[in-house]
């Protein structure tokens, strides 16, 4: 085998676990238990934990392709032992298991062993947040507790302090479902990031946790997590009592939000009788549209940007050639376009209207501006 | 013949939206490099430098790509080459214009190919397809064609299985005694009518302008998944201020007419 290739039975493992892992696992860095061989049988992995990430080393040895890896915790979790079956720990499982009846032939045996170990770690986690000697923290805890899906774990915070940080789903609701024609892999899910300050010195200051909106990536063509605003934590509040708030409040947002796609959908199709068939538009969540258009013998592209605030935010225009090229080859384009008549109660079909009139004269602008362009370049 | 028809017509052809499947394309460029594609473009480059149609097709696939690009990131481009029969010139599907740029810079004319065989490449989108629709992509052939008398000729199976779009831009000399462009055009109409999974789109200019060339190009941004039949296509629509007399002044150019 040449240098600087996976052996085939860890290969096999490896990508059978990159392409069925239901959460988004990563590989950071690969590299060869000895320089004689050369062969890459370590790596590392980052999995998704809690909101943020854990990194474990996976040690296969190349020489002895039929054993079962080692796996190497981070350097924080020295306490974390899933190979030793606790004494009296009922709650504990062992993947020893899974370990000895270790079948390297099988390439779906790492992806399993990988996601017991996080079971179990998340195990862990919840035991270290349990023992944390902090009166508020307890009692989050067993208001919280009957909730599915919360990780949590406890970290050092800055300066020396210690936190504990909830990962909390929200919304029981399948957003994937509220979108017709969803184009989404990955179930898409919001949580809630608490983080708690814990110890001594916190006892007689209740503060308000650290709270953020965190959602999975490709929410963000309908829904914007940073334009929430979160309902404020009163004092003498605990998580359960936060949580049906926010809840609730973001449930209508969410419902708001699916239901302006339509509205998006209906500004794009009355631009079409004045700007023809477009040439491409987003039709699921009606954000971008293009059209082709000319004035003269100068034909050129319109890309319309429509916030998720639309009509309440106006959209955003952009106007490229197909005529006028920059040095590299590319078609020139306009500055992005933001100032034209433009008000959130007109009807569809009067908005397209006054974008058509608009456009007349500002594709004037942009031809002047294309030949402009040209000639500094001479 | 069947077709896949876009979703986004009411019977009347009126445009409409539906919530509909919306795939990112992988685009597959076929350039034809037969020395028909070094035939000079009726107007000069800025110093007064010849353009052969290999260089405005460049340009053109360049202003696709990047119109492409700022429509929707995702798409993809790779690059083949037709002398005899179709070789790749990039084979991986990238979304990087820079990538692009360098596969355009290899791109040379050939010599005289004598006929062209358009099996190979439609075997190689074939397979190319199916790895697209694995990833919930649609695969789509873009050839580019240039000989004015020699018809392409296809081998491919009659097949209910279409998995990639079919669209040509042909350009030709002016038609005269020595060549036959009409017989090629029907020729490639033919090809495209035979393989083509959704509607595809045919344009071909026999006038050696450049910003035809780059307008039929922008028409072909169409994403195959929201087009209408190429006789119903309205587009570039003209924007000029509506009267009540006529809408272009004389002299203009009509664009929506085919250029022949």
């Known amino acids: 085998m040449a240098i600087n290739t996976v052996p085939p039975l860890i290969a096999a493992q490896l990508n059978y676990l990159l392409?069925?892992?239901?959460?988004?696992?990563?590989?950071?860095?690969?590299?060869?238990?000895?320089?004689?061989?050369?062969?890459?049988?370590?790596?590392?992995?980052v999995i998704p934990f809690c909101l943020d990430y854990i990194r474990w080393d996976v040690i296969y040895n190349a020489l002895y392709p039929l054993a079962a890896p080692d796996i190497i915790f981070g350097p924080e979790d020295e306490s974390f032992r899933p190979y030793h079956v606790g004494g009296g720990?009922?709650?504990?499982?062992?993947?020893?298991k899974s370990l000895s009846d270790w079948n390297c032939k099988d390439p779906t045996w790492l992806l399993s062993l990988i996601l017991e170990l996080r079971e179990l770690y998340m195990t862990y986690q919840r035991k270290r947040v349990g023992e944390v000697d902090d009166e508020r923290l307890k009692f989050e805890l067993s208001t919280i507790v009957p909730r599915e899906g919360i990780e949590m774990y406890m970290r050092s915070g800055i300066e020396k302090t210690e936190e504990v940080k909830f990962a909390v789903p929200l919304l029981g609701v399948d957003i994937n479902k509220m979108v017709t024609g969803c184009p989404w892999r990955h179930q898409q899910k919001i949580f809630l990031e608490v983080i708690f300050p814990v110890g001594r010195k916190y006892r007689h200051a209740p503060s308000t946790p650290r709270l953020k909106l965190v959602a999975s990536p490709e929410l963000k063509a309908l829904f914007s997590t940073e334009d929430f605003r979160l309902p404020p934590w009163l004092d003498d509040m605990c998580m359960a009592e936060y949580?049906?708030?926010?809840?609730?409040?973001?449930?209508?947002?969410?419902?708001?939000?699916?239901?302006s796609i339509d509205v998006r959908r209906?500004?794009?199709?009355?631009?079409?009788?004045?700007?023809?068939?477009?040439?491409?538009?987003?039709?699921?969540?009606?954000?971008?549209?293009?059209?082709?258009?000319?004035?003269?013998?100068?034909?050129?592209?319109?890309?319309?940007?429509?916030p998720l605030q639309f009509p309440k935010q106006q959209p955003v225009l952009m106007l490229q050639s197909s005529q006028h090229f920059n040095p590299s080859g590319a078609p020139i384009k306009s500055p992005v376009i933001t100032e034209f008549p433009w008000s959130s109660t007109w009807e569809s079909s009067e908005m397209a209207e006054r974008f058509f009139d608009f456009l007349v004269e500002e594709c004037l602008n942009f031809k002047k501006y294309c030949n402009e362009s040209l000639l500094q370049q001479r | 013949m069947e077709r896949t028809v876009a979703q986004s017509s009411t019977p009347q052809g009126r445009y409409t939206l539906l919530p509909s499947r919306y795939?990112?394309?992988?685009?597959?460029?076929?350039?034809?490099?037969?020395?028909?594609?070094?035939?000079?473009?009726k107007v000069t480059g800025p110093n007064g430098r010849p353009i052969t149609r290999l260089d405005s097709i460049k340009q053109a696939i360049l202003l696709f790509i990047n119109a492409k690009l700022s429509i929707n990131p995702d798409h993809r481009f790779a690059f083949a080459t037709l002398t005899k029969s179709a070789s790749w010139l990039r084979k991986e599907f990238s979304s990087e214009v820079e990538s692009a740029m360098a596969a355009l810079r290899l791109l040379s004319a050939d010599s005289s190919?004598?006929?062209?065989?358009?099996?190979?490449?439609?075997?190689?989108?074939?397979?190319?397809?199916?790895?697209?629709?694995?990833?919930?992509?649609?695969?789509?052939?873009?050839?580019?064609?240039?000989?004015?008398?020699?018809?392409?000729q296809h081998q491919w199976p009659v097949t209910n299985q279409k998995l990639f779009t079919f669209d040509v831009v042909y350009l030709h000399d002016k038609p005269g005694p020595e060549n036959c462009p009409q017989k090629v055009y029907d020729a490639l109409v033919d090809a495209l009518e035979h393989v083509t999974e959704y509607e595809g789109y045919i344009f071909e200019s026999?006038?050696?302008?450049?910003?035809?060339?780059?307008?039929?190009?922008?028409?072909?941004?169409?994403?195959?998944?929201?087009?209408?039949?190429?006789?119903?296509?309205?587009?570039?629509?003209?924007?000029?201020?509506?009267?009540?007399?006529?809408?272009?002044?004389?002299?203009?150019?009509?664009?929506?007419?085919?250029?022949?």
């Not at chain 1, 720990?89 to 020893?96: A, E, I, M, N, V």
């Not at chain 2, 992988?26 to 070094?38: A, G, N, R, W």
Request: glycine residues 4%; neutral net charge; aromatic residues 8%.
């Open chain 2, 23 to 41: 795939s990112s394309e992988d685009i597959l460029f076929c350039i034809d490099v037969d020395t028909e594609s070094l035939v000079e473009m």
């Open chain 1, 266 to 306: 209906k500004f794009i199709v009355a631009l079409a009788p004045l700007f023809g068939r477009p040439v491409e538009a987003d039709p699921v969540f009606c954000r971008k549209v293009a059209f082709l258009t000319s004035s003269g013998v100068f034909t050129f592209l319109v890309h319309f940007s429509l």
């Open chain 1, 243 to 259: 949580l049906p708030i926010l809840e609730g409040l973001l449930q209508s947002q969410i419902v708001d939000a699916v239901s």
């Open chain 1, 19 to 45: 392409s069925n892992s239901p959460l988004p696992i990563n590989v950071e860095q690969m590299w060869s238990g000895s320089k004689h061989h050369g062969l890459l049988d370590r790596f590392t992995l």
């Open chain 2, 113 to 152: 190919s004598g006929h062209a065989d358009l099996t190979q490449l439609f075997k190689i989108a074939y397979h190319e397809a199916k790895k697209s629709r694995a990833q919930n992509r649609i695969l789509r052939v873009f050839l580019i064609y240039c000989r004015s008398s020699i018809r392409p």
């Open chain 2, 206 to 260: 026999g006038q050696g302008l450049s910003r035809v060339l780059f307008r039929h190009m922008c028409i072909l941004l169409s994403h195959p998944q929201q087009r209408c039949l190429q006789d119903l296509i309205d587009i570039p629509k003209s924007l000029t201020k509506k009267s009540p007399t006529a809408d272009s002044a004389p002299g203009e150019e009509n664009p929506a007419a085919s250029s022949q």
């Open chain 1, 89 to 96: 720990d009922g709650d504990l499982k062992s993947p020893r």
